[in-house]
């Protein structure tokens, strides 16, 4: 068996017993392979292995690889930092964005999306407290937001997104994972369409699927450390 085959393996056993834990089922979570740095072949393997979702960070990487392996059937997710100049290809060349966090890019996005293609569905990403990276809109400005993002013809608003920074123990992940999912019920209540809560990674995935995450994004589990096997 292959690494990737034995990893996700493992990662989709983990996935299952998390989701048992707080009595849901594994088939309620959909697993995203994060391939940023892994070169294409690491991403045709996993597809062997019977994975299909991907997400990427950085664009002109991305956008190579989707090249590179458009003979699969594979459905790619952009998760990475956006730059309102760089948004006609994430328009054109994915099926998801998770890291909206402006309504200047989710207008791009929209007005960008080719005819052609079914709407692009986004999630908002969240800057919940202690979230590591900088990005993602405040909680208390998230309502407008999603209502404007809500409203865009191309666009489909599928949730939030959040990177929360790491925590020492199971307990300390699940708060900010909560958050989140308070956040979207919020959302719900207002009326808005939203089912997708992406959160956890491969260090805490398992306390996000406890707090109802519906995407997890791993990317370590699956294909390694980084700091080994990267394309840049
Ligand atoms: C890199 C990355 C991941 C995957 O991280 P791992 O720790 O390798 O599982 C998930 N989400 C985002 C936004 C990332 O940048």
Redesign the pocket.
């Known amino acids: 068996m292959t690494a990737i085959l034995c990893n996700l393996q493992a990662v989709k056993l983990a996935v299952e017993r998390a989701a048992r834990a707080v009595g849901r089922g594994g088939d309620e979570v959909r697993l ?1 392979a ?1 391939s ?1 740095t892994f070169a294409p072949e690491a991403v045709r393997g996993a597809y062997h292995a019977g994975q299909l979702a991907f ?1 990427e ?1 950085y664009l002109q990487e991305a956008l190579g690889k989707i090249e590179a392996l458009r003979d699969l059937p594979l459905e790619w997710h952009f ?2 930092p956006i730059q309102s100049n760089k948004t006609r290809p994430i328009a054109e060349h994915f099926a998801w964005v ?2 909206v966090d402006r309504l200047k890019i989710a207008e791009r996005l929209s007005a960008q999306r080719p005819a052609g293609l079914p709407p692009l569905n986004v999630c908002l ?1 969240v800057n919940v407290s202690g979230e590591a ?1 900088k990005s993602g809109v405040a909680p208390a400005e998230l309502l407008p937001l999603a209502r404007a993002v809500a409203a865009l013809p191309r666009i489909r608003l599928r949730g939030l ?1 959040a ?1 929360p920074a790491p925590a020492a123990d199971e307990d300390a992940q699940r708060a900010p994972f909560a958050q989140l999912r308070h956040l979207l019920q919020n959302l719900q209540r207002q009326g808005l369409q939203v089912d997708t809560l ?1 959160m ?4 805490d ?1 398992p306390a996000a699927i406890m707090e109802g995450a519906t995407i997890v ?7 390694g450390s ?1 700091n080994r096997g990267e394309t840049k």
Do not use: C, D, P, Y
């Open positions: 995203l994060v940023k997400g960070n998760i990475g998770h890291s990403e990276s997104m990177i992406s956890g990674m491969s260090h995935f994004r791993v990317g370590t589990a699956i294909f980084r």
